[in-house]
């Protein structure tokens, strides 16, 4: 029913679409972002689905880009030879709309009374960059605690009962930790600097934030997030620092978590289908992100993922068809389709919740729980550099070991003004 919905809608939608341009040609138009492997075929599936509703009218192209969208869009504007629609990572909408690679969309989604609030707010919120709208939301992710249910059985500790705490997580990890008789690691309990967490989700654990309200002041060397960092150094010191972890983990090909020596590892919804490939599933629960005690009660969590926006110098009938495009497939159905074939959460909330997607995985219901907690990276005109200071340059110097935290923290955060200042006098024409 919901796709017989959907059809006719797109069928009305194009034949207003075709009265609009006097039905003179079809309009053939590039989406730039086609991902590969079994992602492909879905994604060349809904493609050819659309082209077949639009026949005579709009005809989509899509198109791989092995090196990437994001890198190669910048010169196709310049060129005047952008695609009519550019998967790009929602994390750099606020960079590319303060370059003028996209363009915004508002007027769209008024038009034709989109349901851009049916996406879940995290996702559609890093789509606004200066009050405007620059994508629609096309898929989502979040991250959770996995556990290993063998070790923490092994350990003495309730399966159905895992940690919330920081605190409870260092005494489960204790409980797991296992050393060889020449003092080298043989098994971890948790690492919080492994997997898909990184210290601005500890930051943000611990009630801290990156930016202040306005995001135009850093705000990472708070004491939540010295907390969070002295508590990533104190676990560090407990397995003899990074070289000792990375010696550990050098002896699994595949990682060291799925080399199931691990307790505990923060990671993404994704992850699941690397278990699901290596019979691991059964293997594995999965549990809310372990927040400072007293904070526990109140779930948290952050995701990433992409949009499809219209690029710069995209104008008139191709435009429409772009947005036509754009919305057939954030649409219930092709989100449907997308997410429950290849494991990518739908960013539209009815097929996140729909019977089609939630039983792919008996744990995929803690990450689209998690959804409603779910928190993001500002979007501001300097997205990535601010993500190579709170991310690569903090965990460099945590792993070197050679200043205490509270200076990693100010000296980060002291650069990371320099940049943002200066991003935002570019994105308003000060500089």
Do not use: C
């Not at 590039?30 to 590969?36: E, F, I, L, N, R």
């Not at 493609?47 to 010169?75: Q, T």
């Not at 972890?245 to 289908?273: C, H, I, K, T, Y």
Request: aromatic share 12%; no cysteine.
């Amino acid at each position: 029913m919901r796709k017989a919905v959907t059809i006719m809608l797109a069928l009305l939608a194009g034949l207003l679409l075709l009265a609009g341009t006097g039905g003179a040609q079809v309009i053939e138009i590039d989406y730039w972002g086609v991902w590969g492997g079994v992602s492909r075929a879905v994604e060349m599936e809904i493609i050819e689905e659309f082209n077949r509703l639009y026949e005579g009218r709009i005809r989509v192209n899509g198109v791989e880009v092995p090196e990437g969208v994001d890198a190669k869009l910048p010169a196709a504007v310049a060129g005047g030879a952008p695609p009519a629609v550019a998967k790009v990572d929602r994390f750099r909408v606020g960079s590319f709309a303060s370059a003028g690679l996209i363009q915004p969309i508002d007027d769209l989604i008024a038009r034709d009374t989109y349901h851009f609030d049916e996406h879940y707010p995290a996702t559609r919120d890093e789509t606004i960059y200066n009050g405007r709208v620059y994508g629609i939301p096309w898929n989502t992710d979040d991250r959770a605690m996995y556990y290993h249910v063998g070790l923490f059985q092994e350990a003495g500790l309730d399966i159905n009962n895992p940690p919330r705490t920081w605190e409870e997580v260092d005494e489960a990890a204790r409980k797991i930790d296992r050393w060889e008789a020449d003092g080298r690691l043989r098994q971890v309990g948790f690492v919080p600097s492994w997997g898909n967490w990184y210290f601005v989700a500890w930051l943000w654990a611990a009630g801290g934030d990156l930016l202040d309200e306005s995001n135009r002041k850093v705000i990472w060397n708070s004491p939540e997030g010295v907390r969070a960092l002295q508590w990533m150094k104190d676990r560090l010191e407990i397995y003899g620092g990074i070289d000792e972890l990375n010696a550990f983990s050098a002896n699994f090909p595949s990682g060291a978590w799925l080399g199931e020596r691990v307790g505990m590892m923060m990671d993404g919804s994704w992850a699941l289908g690397t278990l699901k490939d290596l019979g691991l599933t059964q293997n594995f629960m999965v549990a809310n992100p372990p927040r400072p005690a007293g904070l526990e009660d109140t779930p948290m969590t952050w995701s990433g993922g992409f949009a499809l926006a219209i690029p710069t110098g995209i104008t008139g009938p191709e435009r429409d068809a772009a947005w036509e495009f754009i919305k057939f497939y954030t649409d219930h159905w092709a989100q449907t389709t997308f997410g429950s074939r290849t494991g990518q959460i739908p960013s539209l909330r009815s097929a996140a919740t729909s019977v089609e997607f939630l039983s792919i995985d008996p744990l995929i219901h803690k990450f689209v729980e998690l959804m409603a907690y779910s928190r993001f990276r500002p979007v501001i005109p300097v997205g990535g550099e601010l993500w190579s200071l709170y991310v690569d340059e903090i965990h460099a110097l945590l792993h070197a070991g050679e200043m205490p935290v509270e200076q990693i923290l100010d000296e980060t955060a002291r650069q990371a003004q320099i940049i943002l200042d200066e991003g935002w006098a570019r994105a308003e024409g000060r500089l």
